[in-house]
């Protein structure tokens, strides 16, 4: 799957075109939502990804691959010149579960979706460890995520679904 990631970023930036891919594994065949993270010197560059795969897993990572490059609203495209530097990381989305209680979320293991009326966040499992947050200042980062404000899950009416992942690096 990083080897699809990488080779489909640079194929798009430097021939204008994605890769074919020939395809024998089984696993790269199934249909599940999946997130490309692409970082640089260890900062986040880019994260597109998607909850449901309507296509084969290879083909889901080849476009939230290009997409996480040159499409996240939060970072210009990314450059030919950049391309050495970059860090890829797949994140292969488990089924949404609905929780009762933020209680419920285990940091680090699940990921989370909260659904606020027409506001919606997401944060993959390694959100949490990787910037040291517990449990509230997840949910407050994951408001602000969603377009909402702080603290607001503590008072208002808010969905939580949780999802693993199997992520590669």
Known sequence: MLFIARSSIEGFLKEGKVPK????????????????TIKKQGQLRGCIG??????????????????????????????????PELEYEISVLGPLKKVNSPKEIQLGVHGVQVVAGYNTGLFLPQVATEND???????????LKAGLPLEYWKNNPVDFYVFEAEVSA
């Open 133 to 143: 947050w517990g449990l509230e200042t997840f949910l407050d980062n994951l408001m």
């Open 21 to 36: 891919f020939e395809i024998s594994s089984e696993k790269l065949r199934e249909k599940r939502g999946t997130f490309v």
């Open 50 to 83: 998607c909850m449901v795969g309507d296509n084969p897993l290879y083909q889901i990572v080849s476009q939230m691959a290009i997409a996480a490059a040159l499409e996240d609203p939060r970072f210009p495209p990314v450059t030919k010149n950049e391309l």
